[in-house]
């Protein structure tokens, strides 16, 4: 809109307008911009439905000059609610509605809540006794007290390897200096995000099964990894083919400082052996189911593998952690994603732990969990074909 024939420009697709106090406020929730501005920039916003020229709006305006309108359109286009035809801007929004049209605008949330900034511990703890000084923490549990009771049999039964695993989880910060093995990277890989088989369904054929439930069997996690300590495995950024039990080598290095900013700037992660970036292809969701609540159904497959990975890590003995602070733009500029079809969701962790692990699996069991991998990693096609649900 600077000099020659002026730019069509239209509406952006992703915009709110809300109230705070007796304030309107525009907001487009993919740039994350907020603006309080004069209701009458909603009808000039209703206006630009669709591509018009910046001139075709003066006609329908009185009381204003053609330069005080040219100077709103442009700061409106500056602050993203108007989009210029043309620019990576437009593109990118012409984009967010073609993928996510059918879940716009209530899961607009996706978009409006990335890149928080996270405070550091002491500021974190100075903000919780302000928070404790203005009202006391919601109780963590609810009781019926007039409700008739009905007294449960013991459920403790720590005889079952599986129970001792579950019991054992628990979240680390802080790890030793060794280095985590290849071998159980693999399966930490294969029994969170591995296909472990093919189930038929009717109309859409044959769908992977995995260890984590999905919404619809759609599957759309993916997981990054970077290798940080990892023994027979070069530093550095990789993918994790599930297909075929395999890591696709991105980029080369050591990424220490990278992946502790990916995590909200917090440093324990430096000391971890590998962080595992855990994002979503919504199209695989999308496609089948065209309603916005299905977004809640992405965010419940990151919380079941999460879940998962940290049993397979606690039971291999090593020190999980999980993390729902993360850098999403920089991590998805990191890993080339355009953060629309394909976007960061969450980031688990793994080190060795400090001491002796809070559970120690028998050498029997070690050698026997490698088995299935050896079994992917030789003949994938005519493994994951052959099994059953």
Same mark, same amino acid.
């Given at each position: 809109?600077?000099?020659?024939?002026?730019?069509?420009v239209?509406?952006?697709?992703?915009?709110?307008?809300?109230? %705070? #106090?007796?304030?309107? !406020?525009? %907001?487009?929730?993919?740039?994350?911009?907020?603006?309080?501005?004069?209701?009458?920039?909603?009808?000039?916003?209703?206006?630009?439905?669709?591509?018009?020229?910046?001139?075709?709006?003066?006609?329908?305006? &009185?009381?204003?000059?053609?330069?005080?309108?040219?100077?709103?359109?442009?700061?409106?286009?500056?602050?993203?609610?108007?989009?210029?035809e *043309?620019?990576?801007?437009?593109?990118?929004?012409?984009?967010?509605?073609?993928?996510?049209?059918?879940?716009?605008?209530?899961?607009?949330?996706?978009?409006?809540?990335?890149?928080?900034?996270?405070?550091g !511990?002491?500021?974190?703890?100075?903000?919780?006794?302000?928070?404790?000084?203005?009202?006391?923490?919601?109780?963590?549990?609810?009781?019926?007290?007039?409700?008739?009771?009905?007294?449960?049999?013991?459920?403790?039964?720590? $005889?079952?390897?599986?129970?001792?695993?579950?019991?054992?989880?628990?979240?680390?910060?802080?790890?030793?200096?060794?280095?985590?093995?290849? $071998?159980?990277?693999?399966?930490?890989?294969?029994?969170?995000w591995?296909?472990t088989?093919?189930? %038929?369904?009717?109309?859409?054929?044959?769908?992977?099964?995995?260890?984590?439930?999905? /919404?619809?069997?759609?599957?759309?996690?993916?997981?990054?990894?970077?290798?940080l300590?990892?023994?027979?495995?070069?530093? /550095?950024?990789?993918?994790?083919?599930?297909?075929? *039990?395999?890591?696709?080598?991105?980029?080369? #290095?050591?990424?220490?400082?990278?992946? !502790?900013q990916?995590?909200?700037?917090?440093?324990?992660?430096?000391?971890?052996?590998?962080?595992?970036?855990?994002?979503?292809?919504?199209?695989?969701?999308?496609?089948?189911?065209?309603?916005?609540?299905?977004?809640?159904? !992405?965010?419940? &497959?990151?919380? *079941?593998?999460?879940?998962?990975?940290?049993?397979?890590?606690?039971?291999?003995?090593?020190?999980?952690?999980?993390?729902?602070?993360l850098?999403?733009?920089?991590?998805?500029?990191?890993?080339?994603?355009?953060?629309?079809?394909?976007?960061?969701?969450?980031?688990?962790?793994?080190?060795?732990?400090? #001491?002796?692990?809070?559970? %120690?699996?028998?050498?029997?069991?070690?050698?026997?969990?490698?088995?299935?991998?050896?079994?992917?990693?030789?003949?994938?096609?005519?493994?994951?074909?052959?099994?059953?649900?």
């Open positions: 809109m600077a000099g020659g024939t002026p730019a069509r239209r509406r952006s697709r992703t915009l709110l307008v809300y109230w %705070e #106090g007796d304030q309107v !406020v525009f %907001e487009n929730y993919r740039t994350r911009v907020a603006v309080t501005a004069d209701p009458q920039t909603l009808s000039i916003l209703n206006f630009f439905d669709r591509w018009r020229r910046p001139d075709d709006i003066l006609r329908h305006l &009185d009381g204003y000059t053609p330069n005080s309108v040219r100077d709103a359109l442009r700061r409106l286009v500056a602050v993203s609610l108007l989009v210029e *043309h620019t990576p801007e437009a593109e990118r929004d012409a984009r967010v509605n073609k993928i996510w049209g059918d879940w716009l605008p209530h899961a607009g949330f996706h978009f409006a809540t990335k890149d928080l900034r996270y405070v !511990v002491r500021r974190g703890a100075a903000r919780l006794r302000a928070f404790l000084a203005r009202s006391p923490q919601p109780p963590f549990f609810k009781s019926y007290p007039r409700a008739k009771h009905v007294r449960l049999p013991p459920a403790d039964r720590p $005889e079952y390897q599986f129970l001792r695993v579950l019991t054992a989880r628990k979240t680390h910060r802080s790890f030793s200096e060794g280095r985590l093995r290849l $071998e159980d990277l693999a399966t930490l890989l294969f029994y969170t591995g296909v088989g093919f189930f %038929e369904v009717p109309v859409l054929g044959n769908l992977p099964h995995k260890t984590s439930p999905s /919404g619809g069997a759609r599957h759309p996690g993916e997981v990054y990894v970077v290798a300590r990892v023994q027979g495995l070069r530093p /550095g950024l990789y993918h994790y083919n599930a297909r075929r *039990h395999q890591l696709e080598e991105l980029r080369r #290095g050591t990424l220490l400082e990278q992946v !502790v990916y995590c909200g700037a917090q440093p324990f992660v430096r000391k971890a052996s590998a962080v595992f970036l855990m994002t979503a292809v919504f199209p695989r969701v999308m496609w089948k189911y065209r309603h916005a609540r299905y977004y809640r159904v !992405v965010l419940l &497959d990151a919380g *079941h593998l999460a879940q998962t990975f940290c049993l397979v890590a606690t039971w291999l003995g090593l020190a999980p952690f999980s993390l729902g602070a850098n999403d733009s920089l991590i998805e500029k990191d890993l080339g994603l355009d953060g629309i079809g394909e976007s960061a969701i969450y980031v688990t962790g793994v080190g060795l732990p400090r #001491g002796r692990p809070a559970f %120690e699996r028998s050498s029997s069991s070690r050698r026997s969990a490698s088995l299935p991998i050896s079994s992917v990693a030789s003949r994938p096609d005519q493994y994951f074909m052959n099994s059953s649900r």
